[in-house]
């Protein structure tokens, strides 16, 4: 079971323009003299798409809008807390999608504190399920959309007691590998 999804967009084509600082565009400029001869292009999402699946760097515009479009979804379930913290275990972009795993914690960055599910059961978004049985820890998955410039999260998940993302790349159209990653 997973207990949260939302569609909330981060960025240009955001209805609420939250993010998107700057060019979101990450290609490099084309150099005429290099593309006069033949097309030498290698379709690399038709070979092979762990070719193509990377992370963004810490500081680009595109792990910026990625962390906001998750702020935005998890934070307001933390915020009796304190302010939020991601911190990443995976984060992996493939063409105009990203998938994110990690935790939170809160406090200065040189101090930050991973919450525990007893800090967690004090929240009213998540005291009920953690009462239940039904939160499985300090988590989150989140799917996002990055086409038209910013972050859109099109599903997400915090505690999660299952793989509730299992399937979701047919779903969305992306390859398999983005959320198993090649070694599986």
């Known amino acids: 079971m997973y207990l949260s999804k939302a569609v909330f967009a981060v960025g240009a084509s955001a209805a609420v323009g939250v993010c998107n600082p700057g060019n979101t565009d990450t290609t490099d400029p084309v150099d005429p ?24 760097a810490s ?5 910026t809008n990625i962390s906001t479009a998750i702020h935005t979804v998890i934070d307001p379930t933390v915020v ?5 913290r991601i ?14 795993q990690g935790s ?3 406090g200065p960055t040189n101090n930050c504190v991973p919450l525990t599910t007893d800090d967690l059961a004090e929240t009213a978004a998540w005291g009920d399920d953690i009462e239940d049985g039904m939160f499985d820890g300090n988590r989150f998955e989140a799917i996002v959309d990055l086409g038209g410039g910013g972050a859109e999260v099109v599903n997400w998940a915090y505690g999660s007691t299952d793989v509730w ?9 992306f390859p398999e590998e983005l959320l198993w990653g090649c070694e599986r």
């Open 33 to 56: 003299v290099e593309d006069a001869g033949e097309d030498t292009t290698e379709d690399t999402a038709e070979s092979n798409p762990c070719d193509a699946i990377y992370e963004p």
């Open 59 to 63: 500081g680009t515009t595109m792990r």
């Open 80 to 84: 009796e807390l304190g302010t939020p």
């Open 87 to 100: 911190i990443y275990s995976s984060l992996s972009v493939y063409e105009e999608w990203a998938f994110a």
């Open 104 to 106: 939170l914690c809160v």
């Open 165 to 173: 993302y299992d399937g979701a790349n047919e779903t969305y159209g």
